[in-house]
C-alpha cells in the first residue's frame, strides 16, 4: 500500500500482522475469484506498462544505467506479452479438466478444478527488477490469488515506481506492495503465506524455504547458477558469437540468471572464437567499452568489489586475454575473456553474475558434458553445433534448468516452456500457463452416485466378497462378472 | 513428450521446443505406518518409473511390514539402486543431513516441517503428503435407499480403513440438526451390521497401532464434556489397543477433538441450523486432505466446490477418489504440497527439462547492440507481432 513508502512507517511483524490479516480478510470475501476481477487487473498492469514506459525504462536507467533497448526487450515487453497471454488464455486456464474414471469407481465422473491458493508473496530480484516483479504476479492474479509482492531493494527507483503505479492502477484491497530490505523481508517471511515464489540467490533462497518450512508453505525458487556454453568448431562462428555475447552482455552486463556464465570449446577452435568475441566485442562497445552507452553497470559497489575480487585472484589475473577495465566510481567494467583459469578458482566456483567470460578448453566437447553437472545443475546450459550425435547427447545427459541449442538465454521468451532450474538452480517453474498453475490448487473431484452399490466393498468381509473386490479393482470387467457369478 | 508448438514473435523463427522428463536423481521416500505397504510402494513405483535411484524409510511403528519391505525388496529389485533403510528418529535425522534430489514424505505435519526444514540445506524440493480434519457433509437424502447407502459409505469410511487411522478418512460429520438422530440411528445399526455385537473381538476391524496412540486417543475422549457427548460406543480396552466405534453429538468445539485430526474410532456429529452453513464451518477450519459430501443438490455440490478448498472433494462416497489414478492425489495448506498417483507420481520424481532449439539460419540483426532507434522500432513492431509494421519499417516508409 503507498503508505509503507510514503509515511516511512517501519514495517515490522506487527505490520506484517495486520497486512496478512486484512488480505485474508478479502480473499474470504471471494473478491478475486471472479474472471471479471483478474481481467480486469491483468488490463490494468498492461495499463501500468503501456502508459508509463518511460517512467520504467528511466526508472532502470537511473538503478542499473541499463540501455533503453535492453530494458524494452527484456523487461517491458515480456511483461506485456505476458498479460496478453494470460488474459487470451484464461478462460481455457479456468475450465476443469475432465478427466476418465474406470470400473473400480464406475459408475463415477471425475475433473480436476483450478483454485488460487490464496494469499501469496513473490519476492522479486535486482537485475530485472520490473520483469521479476510484474511476471510472477501476473500469474498469481491470473490464477485468483491476493498477492504482496515485495520488489528489490537494489533498485529503488523502480521498487518506489512499481509500489506508485500498483497501487494506483490495480486494486490495493488485494494486491499489495512492501518496500524495503532485510528488516521488512524477514517480517513478511515470519507470516503464514499460501505460497512464496522467490527469485535470487541460492543463499538467500535457503532463507525463504526456511521460513516457508515452519508453515509448509509452498515455494517456487528462480535461483541461478553456472550456465555454461559448450562450443563446437563446425559452426556458424559469427552468428554463434552474437548470440553468446548477446546472452553475456547484452543481459544486464552478465547480471541475469541465464547468462553464459563459462565456454567450453576444444583447444583447437579456442583461438578463432576468441578472436570472433573479441571482433564482435569491438563492434558493440567500441574501443573503450568503458565510454560505451550500449552497457549495463554493475548494481552497486558490493558487487562490483565481488567481481574484482575474482579477477584479483592469483590464479587468475594472468588469464586475462581481453577487458579487464573497470571504473569504481562510476561502477562501470568491461567485457572481459579470461582463457583456462584453474578449476579450483573463485571465478569457475561462484556463479560469476557479471561480465567476466573465462573460457575453458578441453580435447573432446564430450568430456565437457560431467564437469558441467558435477558443478551443480544450473538454470540454463548451452550448446552450440551442427553434430546431430553431440546434440542428442548433451540434451540427454546434461541435466539444468532449460537447455537451448545454437542460441542462449531465448527459451526465456519461449510462453509453451516452463522456466525454472532443478537442483541448486531452483525448485518449480513459471511462464505462461505454468505460471497459473504455480499460484494454482488443483483440486480432484470425484463425482458418484448412489446406485450399483457394491457390498462387496462392506464388513463382514469374506473370501466371496474379496474376490469381487480383487476383480474390480484390477479394472477387469471379466473378472468381476466371474466373481459375481461365483466362477473364480 | 512431443514438441510443443512455438510462440515466439516471428523474429526468433525457426524455434522448436520441447520439454523433456529425466529423473531427479536420487530421492528419499518416508512412508507412514496406517498403509505401511501401499504408503511405501506406490511412491517408490512413481520414483523408479521417472528412472530415480530410491532409498525407502518405512515406518517404525508398524515394525513387521517395515521387516518385510526391507527383505523382500533386495530379493526381488536392483538392489544397486533401490534400498530400504529401517529404523527410527534417529536414523531419519541422519538421512536428512544428505543431499538427496527430492524427499517425499507421507506423516504428520509436525514431522513434515522437520523433514522440510532439512531440506533447505540441499535446496531438496519436497513433496508432503499429510491429513487433517476431514469433514463429512451429511445433507437430507430423500430417498431411503439413498440414505442407507451413504450411511453405509460413511460407516465403512470411518471405521473401514485402518478403524479411523486414515488420512483421508471421515474424521467428522456435519448435519441438520433435524436429521441428527435420525442419522445417528442408522449409524448404529450400521455398525452392529458390519462390526457384529462384539467389536472387541476385532474381526474386520483394526485396532489402534500404538499404546501412543491409544493413549491420545483416550485424552481426546476423557474431557468431561467430550465425555458427556458419547452417544454411542465409547468402550476402550488398553491391553488389546482397541477402541469400539464411537459416535459423539455436539462435543465443544474447542475440545481437543475437534481442533486436532482424530486419526482414530471416534466420530463427532456436529450439527447445524442449516446444511449451507457447514461451509463457513469448513473454511474457518485448516485445509483438509479430502472433502466429503453427501448430496443430491446441485447448486450446493458448486457451491461447496467453489467456496471451500481442500486436497480433493468427494460426492456421495468416501474414500474412493484413492482408487482413481487419474485424479492427481495429494493435500493443500495444512494437508500438505505436492501429489501423485497415475502419471503424477511420474511427474514428482521428474525434473520437466525445457529443451530449445534453433538453427543459425534467418539471423536477424536488430537483437544485438549496439543499439539504434532503427532497431528499437523493429523490436517494438516485432514483439507486438505487427508485421505489416515490419515491412513498412524496413521499407523505410515507417516513422
Known amino acids: 500500500m503507498a503508505e509503507d513508502s510514503e509515511t516511512k512507517k517501519v514495517f515490522d511483524a506487527e505490520a506484517a500482522g495486520s497486512l496478512m490479516k486484512e488480505l485474508r480478510g478479502t480473499y474470504a470475501s471471494g473478491k478475486t475469484r471472479s474472471y471479471e476481477w483478474r481481467v480486469a487487473q491483468l488490463k490494468n498492469v498492461m495499463k501500468i506498462v503501456d502508459d508509463h514506459e518511460k517512467d520504467i525504462l528511466d526508472a532502470i536507467r537511473a538503478d542499473l544505467s541499463k540501455p533503453e533497448q535492453e530494458s524494452y526487450i527484456a523487461e517491458i515487453s515480456i511483461v506485456k506479452s505476458s498479460c496478453t497471454r494470460a488474459l487470451g488464455e484464461l478462460n481455457r486456464w479456468m475450465k476443469p479438466e475432465k478427466v476418465k474414471t474406470s470400473i473400480t469407481t464406475f459408475p463415477s465422473s471425475a475433473e480436476i478444478v483450478s483454485e488460487p491458493l490464496g494469499v501469496v508473496l513473490i519476492i522479486g530480484a535486482w537485475n530485472f527488477p520490473l520483469l521479476l516483479a510484474l511476471d510472477p504476479a501476473i500469474g498469481a492474479i491470473a490464477a485468483g490469488n491476493a498477492v504482496v509482492l515485495k520488489p528489490s531493494e537494489l533498485c529503488p527507483a523502480t521498487s518506489s515506481l512499481i509500489a506508485k503505479l500498483v497501487g494506483k492502477y490495480l486494486d490495493s484491497s488485494c494486491i499489495k506492495v512492501v518496500e524495503g530490505s532485510v528488516a521488512e523481508t524477514s517480517a513478511l517471511l515470519e507470516q503464514k503465506w499460501d505460497k512464496i515464489f522467490f527469485t535470487g540467490s541460492g543463499r538467500v533462497g535457503r532463507i525463504v524455504m526456511a521460513a516457508a518450512a515452519k508453515h509448509l508453505t509452498p515455494v517456487a525458487l528462480e535461483l541461478g547458477g553456472k550456465c555454461p556454453v559448450v562450443v563446437d568448431s563446425d559452426i556458424n562462428l559469427p552468428v554463434a558469437v552474437r548470440r553468446i555475447a548477446g546472452g553475456k552482455w547484452a543481459s544486464n552486463n552478465g547480471q541475469a540468471c541465464i547468462a553464459p556464465d563459462y565456454i567450453i570449446t576444444t583447444k583447437d577452435f579456442a583461438p578463432k572464437l576468441i578472436d570472433a568475441l573479441k571482433h564482435e566485442l569491438e563492434a558493440w562497445y567500441g574501443k573503450d567499452p568503458l565510454e560505451s552507452k550500449d552497457l549495463a553497470h554493475i548494481v552497486n559497489s558490493n558487487h562490483f568489489a565481488r567481481l574484482v575480487k575474482l579477477l584479483d585472484d592469483d590464479k587468475v589475473s594472468g588469464k586475462i586475454i581481453h577487458g579487464g577495465q573497470r571504473d569504481k566510481a562510476n561502477l562501470k567494467f568491461a567485457p572481459t575473456i579470461l582463457l583456462d583459469v584453474p578449476e579450483d578458482s573463485l571465478v569457475m566456483n561462484d556463479e560469476i553474475f557479471g561480465p567476466l567470460l573465462p573460457i575453458l578448453t578441453v580435447d573432446k566437447l564430450e568430456d565437457s558434458f560431467d564437469m558441467i553437472t558435477s558443478r551443480g545443475k544450473p538454470l540454463a546450459a548451452y550448446l552450440f553445433t551442427n553434430n546431430k550425435k553431440l546434440k542428442e547427447k548433451f540434451v540427454k545427459t546434461v541435466s539444468a534448468g532449460g537447455l537451448v541449442i545454437n542460441d542462449t538465454v531465448l527459451h526465456f521468451a519461449e510462453k509453451t516452456l516452463p522456466f525454472g532450474g532443478v537442483g541448486e538452480s531452483g525448485i518449480g517453474s513459471y511462464h505462461g500457463k505454468f505460471s497459473y498453475e504455480a499460484f494454482s490448487h488443483r483440486k480432484s473431484v470425484l463425482y458418484r452416485g448412489f446406485a450399483g452399490d457394491a457390498s462387496a466393498r462392506y464388513p463382514p468381509y469374506s473370501d466371496r466378497k474379496l474376490k469381487l473386490l480383487k476383480a474390480l479393482l484390477s479394472g477387469s470387467v471379466v473378472g468381476v462378472i466371474l466373481a459375481l457369478i461365483g466362477w473364480s | ?399
Open chain 2, 1 to 399: 513428450m512431443a514438441p510443443k508448438k512455438s510462440s515466439m514473435p516471428l523474429i526468433f523463427f525457426p524455434a522448436r521446443g520441447q520439454v523433456l522428463p529425466e529423473p531427479l536423481g536420487l530421492v528419499l521416500i518416508f512412508s507412514s505406518w496406517n498403509f505401511p505397504i501401499s504408503l511405501a510402494l506406490d511412491p517408490v513405483i512413481g520414483a523408479i518409473s521417472a528412472g530415480n535411484s530410491v532409498v525407502l524409510k518405512p515406518s517404525e511403528q508398524a515394525p513387521a511390514c517395515s521387516s518385510f519391505l526391507a527383505n523382500t525388496i533386495p530379493l526381488y529389485l536392483d538392489s544397486k539402486a533401490i534400498k530400504v533403510i529401517e529404523g527410527g528418529a534417529e536414523i531419519s535425522q541422519q538421512l536428512l543431513q544428505q543431499k538427496w534430489d527430492k524427499i517425499f514424505f507421507t506423516g504428520s505435519p509436525s514431522v513434515a516441517r522437520i523433514v522440510m526444514s532439512a531440506a533447505v540445506k540441499h535446496l531438496t524440493p519436497v513433496t508432503v503428503e499429510l491429513g487433517g480434519k476431514c469433514p463429512t457433509i451429511f445433507d437430507y437424502l430423500s430417498s431411503p435407499s439413498d440414505t442407507e447407502v451413504a450411511v453405509k459409505r460413511v460407516v465403512g469410511g470411518k471405521w473401514g480403513p485402518c478403524n479411523g487411522q486414515a488420512c483421508i478418512g471421515v474424521d467428522y460429520v456435519l448435519v441438520e440438526e433435524k436429521f441428527a438422530f435420525h442419522l445417528i440411528e442408522m449409524l448404529k445399526k450400521t455398525i452392529k451390521k458390519f462390526y457384529g455385537e462384539n467389536p472387541k473381538q476385532l474381526k474386520d476391524i483394526s485396532r489402534i497401532v500404538n499404546k501412543h496412540h491409544f493413549q491420545r486417543l483416550r485424552n481426546l475422549l476423557e474431557e468431561p464434556l467430550v465425555a458427556a457427548s458419547i452417544v454411542h460406543g465409547g468402550l476402550i480396552d488398553e491391553e488389546k489397543l482397541f477402541i469400539e466405534p464411537t459416535i459423539l453429538l455436539d462435543p465443544p468445539l474447542d475440545a481437543e477433538i475437534m481442533t486436532e485430526e482424530i486419526f482414530g474410532p471416534l466420530l463427532p456429529i456436529i450439527t447445524l441450523k442449516n446444511i449451507e452453513e457447514s461451509i463457513e464451518f469448513i473454511n474457518s477450519r485448516p485445509k483438509p486432505l479430502a472433502l466429503y459430501a453427501f448430496t443430491k443438490d446441485e447448486a450446493f455440490k458448486r457451491r461447496i466446490l467453489s467456496e471451500t478448498s481442500s486436497g480433493s472433494v468427494t460426492f456421495n462416497d468416501i474414500m474412493i477418489q484413492f482408487l482413481c489414478d487419474t485424479l492427481p492425489f495429494g493435500g493443500v495448506g495444512q494437508s500438505g504440497f505436492g501429489r501423485y498417483h497415475g502419471k503424477y507420481s511420474f511427474d514428482t520424481f521428474s525434473h520437466e527439462k525445457a529443451v530449445l532449439q534453433r538453427t543459425f539460419f534467418l539471423e536477424l540483426e536488430p537483437r544485438f547492440p549496439p543499439w539504434n532507434d532503427f532497431k528499437l522500432k523493429f523490436i517494438r513492431l516485432a514483439y507486438r507481432f505487427d508485421y505489416l509494421g515490419l515491412i513498412l519499417l524496413l521499407l523505410g516508409l515507417k516513422r
